[in-house]
Structure formats: structure tokens, C-alpha cells
């Protein structure tokens, strides 16, 4: 005589929810942007910029950033954090700063046991538009579209952060490692030129 056992019940990951908090780290103004992934559908949660050009020491704007970032965790309890990956280049004191400035974000994540992964910039936008040298408006735009949110157009920072989120769905089977692609010679100097604003 077989007797039935219990069946066993598996998950469809298609209808879990899962909440990602993108960052795009700056120690002039930082973005951040939250989504919620449910029934493979994504929504916008939650989108803005952090000012920090007020306060008035470097270390202060850290904190600040810091406390911040936390802040945030604590109220939409993400599952996962997605941030650019680190740049390299010659301009030193532009890097540390930037540099600097991902790891007190990186920090308050790890403070609360959340998941990291970084993507280069070029792959936010291949992800995100389809082409790696996507304007900031192009990307604003397609992240809207693929949200369904009329998005401020002038809060590039909370957008491309908010690309962020969207392109680590996309790629939500990536593991939480630095990548060690090689970058092209000038991709600093060009993310500094146009991201000078971030950068104190």
C-alpha cells in the first residue's frame, strides 16, 4: 500500500516579491531609487536625490550619506542593493572622493546584511536602452517607459540610480562580486567630465 505524501510546495519566483535599492553614490548630490520586482512586474517604490553640498567637511558629507542610505534601508527593507562599480583612473583625488563616497553606501548595506552587486555604467545602459553610450536623457526616458512613471527629467542622479535597480533585475542571477573587467583608457576622465557635479 503506498500512502500519498504531502506535496511538495516550490515557489514560482515569478509571483515573490522582491524590493531592490539602486544607488548611484556622488558626494555632491547621490541618487537612489526603489523598485519593487512581483509577478516579474516591476514598480517604482520610491526615487530621489541626497543633497550634500551644504554640509559643509568632507567627512561630514559622508556621514550624512551614510545615515541616509540607512535610513532608507530601514524604511523599504530592501532585498538587494545594486551600485556602479568602482572606477580607476588618473585623476586620484576624484576617485578616492567617489570611491569613498560607494563604500560608506556599500557600508550601510552590509550593515544590515543586504546583498551587493555593481555594475559598470556602460552595462546599466546596454541594459536599461539597449546602447552603452546612452545620454542620461535616453536613459531617464527608457527607465520611465519600463516603469511606467512620469519621471522628473531633471533628477538624473535619482534616474540613473533608479537604472541601476533595473538593470540588476535584469541580470538578478549576477552574483554579488566587484566585477574585474579592465576599463578603457579614458573612461575615468570621461565619467568625470560629466559627472562633475557628484564630485567635491
Same mark, same amino acid.
Given at each position: 500500500? %503506498?500512502?500519498?505524501?504531502?506535496? /511538495?510546495?516550490?515557489? #514560482? $519566483?515569478?509571483?515573490?516579491?522582491?524590493?531592490?535599492?539602486?544607488? #548611484?553614490?556622488?558626494?555632491?548630490? @547621490?541618487?537612489?531609487?526603489?523598485?519593487?520586482?512581483?509577478?516579474?512586474?516591476?514598480?517604482?517604490?520610491?526615487?530621489?536625490?541626497?543633497?550634500?553640498?551644504?554640509? !559643509?567637511?568632507?567627512? &561630514?558629507?559622508?556621514?550624512?550619506?551614510?545615515?541616509? %542610505?540607512? $535610513?532608507?534601508?530601514?524604511?523599504?527593507?530592501?532585498?538587494?542593493?545594486?551600485?556602479?562599480?568602482?572606477?580607476?583612473?588618473?585623476? /586620484?583625488?576624484?576617485?578616492?572622493?567617489?570611491? $569613498? @563616497?560607494?563604500? /560608506?553606501?556599500?557600508?550601510?548595506?552590509?550593515? *544590515?546584511?543586504?546583498?551587493?552587486?555593481?555594475? =559598470?555604467? *556602460? $552595462? %546599466?545602459?546596454?541594459?536599461?536602452?539597449?546602447?552603452?553610450? +546612452?545620454?542620461?536623457?535616453?536613459? !531617464?526616458?527608457?527607465?520611465?517607459?519600463? &516603469?511606467?512613471?512620469?519621471?522628473?527629467?531633471?533628477?538624473?542622479?535619482?534616474?540613473? +540610480?533608479? =537604472?541601476? +535597480?533595473?538593470?540588476?533585475?535584469?541580470?538578478?542571477?549576477?552574483?554579488?562580486?566587484?566585477?574585474?573587467?579592465?576599463?578603457?583608457?579614458?573612461?575615468?576622465? @570621461?565619467?568625470? !567630465?560629466?559627472? !562633475?557635479? *557628484?564630485? +567635491?
Amino acid at each position: 500500500m %503506498i500512502i500519498p505524501t504531502q506535496p /511538495v510546495v516550490v515557489p #514560482d $519566483r515569478r509571483t515573490t516579491e522582491k524590493i531592490i535599492l539602486g544607488v #548611484d553614490p556622488g558626494t555632491q548630490v @547621490a541618487g537612489y531609487g526603489v523598485i519593487m520586482i512581483k509577478g516579474g512586474v516591476m514598480s517604482m517604490i520610491q526615487y530621489g536625490v541626497i543633497q550634500l553640498s551644504k554640509y !559643509s567637511t568632507y567627512q &561630514l558629507k559622508l556621514q550624512k550619506l551614510h545615515e541616509t %542610505i540607512l $535610513r532608507i534601508i530601514d524604511e523599504h527593507k530592501p532585498d538587494e542593493m545594486a551600485i556602479e562599480d568602482p572606477f580607476f583612473g588618473k585623476n /586620484v583625488q576624484a576617485m578616492l572622493k567617489l570611491g $569613498r @563616497a560607494q563604500g /560608506v553606501v556599500m557600508a550601510a548595506a552590509l550593515s *544590515r546584511n543586504i546583498p551587493i552587486v555593481e555594475y =559598470a555604467p *556602460r $552595462r %546599466i545602459k546596454q541594459s536599461v536602452t539597449g546602447n552603452g553610450n +546612452a545620454s542620461k536623457d535616453q536613459v !531617464s526616458h527608457m527607465v520611465g517607459h519600463l &516603469l511606467k512613471e512620469d519621471l522628473n527629467p531633471q533628477f538624473f542622479d535619482a534616474t540613473d +540610480a533608479l =537604472a541601476i +535597480a533595473v538593470c540588476h533585475h535584469f541580470h538578478e542571477n549576477a552574483l554579488p562580486t566587484v566585477s574585474n573587467k579592465k576599463t578603457k583608457k579614458g573612461a575615468w576622465g @570621461a565619467f568625470v !567630465s560629466e559627472n !562633475s557635479n *557628484r564630485i +567635491a
